[in-house]
């Protein structure tokens, strides 16, 4: 952040804060009395049925919407006393039917806030390249014109523009809701991916329970105007705050909604070697207990061991190994199918393992859930 | 029944061809009268297009201001839609003809002066009309996000809404244009002069020929105005429609 940080934003402040806004259309209540704090650094889901006020919640926070009553401040800054176009030029902004502008191409678009704020030309074009790499977009489309791209490739366009000025907030609703499932799937991945590199603070709204869970840091149940339950997304699955959360999430997605990626911090890991320690060593060894994997004979196949006070014990040859972007389902299909066996799991992207029985995976869900447990401020 | 579809279906697709045709051998026929009085002809194409030129210099800032201040108010639209559509249902010999007394207090009562004001008022609807769609059916997200991403209203505008609706309102003009084409024949009848002197000359003289080479070269006239504005139009639309 910048030296002109007002004092009352340290970087654990909320982002975004709605005290007591209430909001209407003519006759129609949409909020009443709402209050909300966004965490910075955090992707946060507004979720609920159609005409829950999602989108006039996100609307507030940057100033499209003016709440009738009660204080929304972002950055720390009241927006009834802001500067609204310099403030949106400095938060991304993404929508389902993307809003790319059909007269400008590919780079003309991403360009669009960098010009508004009189960037360099040689600076704006470093910065589009820069992106297009980000957004996984060939260079050759960047005279393309929006209509010459596919569904997918003009919402990763719209991404890249809501990114181009570098905001610290984005702002994105329904962004993937009219995609096709494939496509909907590859852009969710990879803006978790990009979202694991930026750490922007991201207002994400979507009817889509499986991708609120899925994106969420933390999500936030909307319904008539009024939060239902707020939290992270174990705390949906595992403790609904009543029969509409319960019945808004779906007792199926209990299983298939939480990852073995989320799971994997509370999780033992496995030390990976490509031999195993030699006899004289193994003895001496003074190594914490844990999990290895190593071969028995070199280039023989891998065997999972225990290490513990007994020494090292073999307990399984070729162990299945999972992605930590599988489900907690898939791995209970195998742990449940093999009884006593161990599942290791692996992140691509660090190369960790970590080793899970159904006893362990039963202690991370309810160590998870007494972590995450009461920070949720009283409302 | 398919037989007969296809059949006029190739008829409609060589229309243009079968006119094209009647246009050289009307030339053709015509030539020897053309060629006697070319320097008149010349004359009156050139009266012809002043008369064009002129009034639309007028009626294009006039209509696209107008359409421009009223596209987002339903009352003004309706009343300058209104008052636009009101002035077409008059006949152009009457709205010529209504010109005489109403200028001559001004000393202007014929001539190109009041000519020229009868074509911006037959432009307007036209123009009016397309400015105000191309300004409306610009798609809401677009605009929602140019403000979101913090554009001016003004920016919004000026580079969003209105290149957006450009095309529409080129096409608005071209129509204007064309008309405008046809109507100036009629503004021979106060004096004004252009290709209408040939067709009232030639019907007052029974001269076929005459009448001919007016109505031939007044086609002719707005059928290139019609083609320039077009291939303008396509160059401002080189994006194509957003699905």
Same mark, same amino acid.
């Given at each position: 952040?910048?030296?002109?940080?007002?004092? *009352?934003?340290?970087?654990?402040?909320? $982002?975004?804060?709605?005290?007591?806004?209430?909001?209407?259309?003519?006759?129609?209540?949409?909020?009443?009395?709402?209050?909300?704090?966004?965490?910075?650094?955090?992707?946060?889901?507004?979720?609920?049925?159609?005409?829950?006020?999602?989108?006039?919640?996100?609307?507030?926070?940057?100033?499209?919407?003016?709440?009738?009553?009660? +204080?929304?401040?972002?950055?720390?800054?009241?927006? $009834?006393?802001?500067?609204?176009?310099?403030?949106?030029?400095?938060?991304?902004?993404?929508?389902?039917?993307?809003?790319?502008?059909?007269?400008?191409?590919?780079?003309?678009?991403?360009?669009?806030?960098?010009?508004?704020?009189?960037?360099? *030309?040689?600076?704006?074009?470093?910065?589009?390249?820069?992106?297009?790499?980000?957004?996984?977009?060939? $260079?050759?489309?960047?005279?393309?014109?929006?209509?010459?791209?596919?569904?997918?490739?003009?919402? +990763?366009?719209?991404?890249?523009?809501?990114?181009?000025?570098?905001?610290?907030?984005?702002?994105?609703? *329904?962004?993937?809701?009219?995609?096709?499932?494939?496509?909907?799937?590859?852009?969710?991945?990879?803006?978790?991916?990009?979202?694991?590199?930026?750490?922007?603070?991201?207002?994400?709204?979507?009817?889509?329970?499986?991708?609120?869970?899925?994106?969420?840091? +933390?999500?936030?149940?909307?319904?008539?105007?009024?939060?239902?339950?707020?939290?992270?997304?174990?705390?949906?699955?595992?403790?609904?705050?009543?029969?509409?959360?319960?019945?808004?999430?779906?007792?199926?997605?209990?299983?298939?909604?939480?990852?073995?990626?989320?799971?994997?911090?509370?999780?033992?890991?496995?030390?990976?070697?490509?031999?195993?320690?030699?006899?004289?060593?193994?003895?001496?060894?003074?190594?914490?207990?844990?999990?290895?994997?190593?071969?028995?004979?070199?280039?023989?196949?891998?065997?999972?061991?225990?290490?513990?006070?007994?020494?090292?014990?073999?307990?399984?040859?070729?162990?299945?190994?999972?992605?930590?972007?599988?489900?907690?389902?898939?791995?209970?299909?195998?742990?449940?199918?093999?009884?006593?066996?161990?599942?290791?799991?692996?992140?691509?992207?660090?190369?960790?393992?970590?080793?899970?029985?159904?006893?362990?995976?039963?202690?991370?869900?309810?160590?998870?859930?007494?972590?995450?447990?009461?920070?949720?401020?009283?409302? | 029944?398919?037989?007969?579809?296809?059949?006029?279906?190739?008829?409609?697709?060589?229309?243009?061809?079968?006119?094209?045709?009647?246009?050289?051998?009307?030339?053709?026929?015509?030539?020897?009268?053309?060629?006697?009085?070319?320097?008149?002809?010349?004359?009156?194409?050139?009266?012809?297009?002043?008369?064009? &030129?002129?009034?639309?210099?007028?009626?294009?800032?006039?209509?696209?201001?107008?359409?421009?201040?009223?596209?987002?108010? !339903?009352?003004?639209?309706?009343?300058?839609?209104?008052?636009?559509?009101?002035?077409?249902?008059?006949?152009?010999?009457?709205?010529? &003809?209504?010109?005489?007394?109403?200028? !001559?207090?001004?000393?202007?009562? =014929?001539?190109?002066?009041?000519?020229?004001?009868?074509?911006?008022?037959?432009?307007?609807?036209?123009?009016?009309?397309?400015?105000?769609? &191309?300004?409306?059916?610009?798609?809401?997200?677009?605009?929602?996000?140019?403000?979101?991403?913090?554009?001016?209203?003004?920016?919004?505008?000026?580079? =969003?809404?209105?290149?957006?609706?450009?095309?529409?309102?080129?096409? &608005?003009?071209?129509?204007?244009?064309?008309?405008?084409? %046809?109507?100036?024949?009629?503004?021979?009848?106060? %004096?004004?002069?252009?290709?209408?002197?040939?067709?009232?000359?030639?019907?007052?003289?029974?001269?076929?020929?005459?009448?001919?080479?007016? !109505?031939?070269?007044?086609?002719?006239?707005?059928?290139?105005?019609?083609?320039?504005?077009?291939?303008?139009?396509?160059?401002?639309?080189?994006?194509?429609?957003?699905?």
């Amino acid at each position: 952040m910048s030296t002109k940080t007002p004092p *009352e934003t340290s970087s654990d402040a909320p $982002a975004i804060v709605l005290e007591n806004v209430t909001c209407r259309y003519g006759a129609l209540e949409v909020f009443k009395q709402i209050s909300l704090g966004i965490a910075p650094g955090q992707v946060t889901v507004l979720i609920g049925p159609s005409g829950s006020g999602k989108t006039t919640l996100l609307g507030l926070m940057n100033g499209m919407v003016r709440p009738q009553s009660g +204080r929304v401040l972002v950055r720390g800054q009241d927006l $009834a006393r802001a500067d609204l176009i310099a403030l949106r030029r400095r938060i991304g902004y993404v929508i389902q039917e993307v809003g790319l502008f059909p007269h400008y191409t590919v780079y003309q678009n991403i360009a669009l806030v960098p010009r508004l704020l009189k960037w360099e *030309e040689a600076r704006i074009r470093n910065r589009v390249e820069a992106l297009l790499g980000l957004i996984r977009i060939p $260079a050759d489309r960047l005279n393309a014109y929006p209509d010459q791209l596919s569904g997918g490739q003009q919402q +990763r366009v719209g991404v890249a523009r809501a990114l181009a000025a570098d905001p610290d907030i984005l702002l994105m609703d *329904e962004p993937f809701g009219a995609l096709d499932p494939i496509t909907r799937e590859q852009l969710q991945d990879d803006f978790l991916a990009l979202q694991r590199r930026l750490h922007k603070t991201v207002v994400f709204v979507t009817h889509d329970m499986d991708e609120a869970l899925k994106l969420g840091d +933390r999500i936030v149940l909307l319904n008539q105007g009024r939060i239902v339950q707020a939290g992270h997304p174990f705390q949906f699955l595992l403790q609904p705050a009543n029969d509409f959360v319960r019945s808004f999430v779906g007792r199926h997605r209990l299983l298939t909604a939480i990852r073995l990626e989320q799971l994997q911090p509370w999780l033992p890991s496995v030390q990976v070697a490509e031999a195993l320690p030699r006899q004289e060593a193994r003895a001496r060894q003074k190594a914490p207990p844990g999990w290895l994997l190593a071969p028995e004979q070199p280039d023989s196949e891998p065997v999972l061991w225990q290490r513990g006070r007994a020494g090292l014990q073999r307990v399984q040859a070729r162990p299945t190994v999972l992605q930590a972007t599988d489900t907690l389902e898939s791995a209970l299909a195998v742990l449940l199918s093999r009884p006593g066996s161990v599942l290791l799991i692996r992140d691509e992207p660090t190369d960790q393992m970590a080793a899970a029985t159904v006893a362990d995976l039963q202690g991370a869900l309810s160590q998870a859930l007494r972590e995450l447990n009461p920070p949720e401020a009283p409302r | 029944m398919s037989m007969l579809g296809r059949w006029i279906e190739k008829l409609l697709a060589s229309l243009p061809w079968l006119l094209a045709v009647t246009a050289a051998g009307l030339l053709v026929k015509l030539a020897p009268f053309l060629w006697a009085y070319r320097d008149l002809a010349l004359l009156l194409s050139w009266q012809h297009l002043r008369l064009i &030129g002129l009034s639309m210099t007028i009626a294009v800032p006039l209509g696209v201001l107008i359409g421009g201040l009223t596209y987002g108010r !339903a009352l003004p639209g309706a009343l300058a839609l209104g008052s636009a559509s009101l002035l077409m249902t008059i006949p152009s010999i009457a709205l010529f &003809g209504a010109m005489i007394p109403l200028l !001559a207090p001004l000393g202007a009562g =014929v001539g190109t002066i009041p000519a020229v004001l009868a074509l911006i008022l037959y432009s307007q609807l036209p123009i009016i009309r397309n400015t105000r769609t &191309g300004l409306q059916s610009v798609p809401a997200p677009v605009l929602r996000t140019a403000l979101a991403l913090g554009m001016s209203p003004w920016q919004v505008f000026w580079r =969003v809404r209105f290149p957006l609706a450009w095309p529409f309102i080129l096409s &608005g003009i071209r129509i204007a244009m064309v008309s405008a084409v %046809g109507i100036a024949s009629v503004a021979a009848y106060i %004096g004004a002069g252009g290709l209408g002197r040939w067709i009232f000359g030639g019907i007052r003289r029974t001269y076929p020929d005459m009448v001919l080479a007016g !109505a031939l070269l007044i086609s002719l006239l707005a059928v290139a105005l019609d083609r320039t504005l077009f291939t303008l139009q396509r160059f401002f639309q080189r994006y194509r429609e957003q699905p």
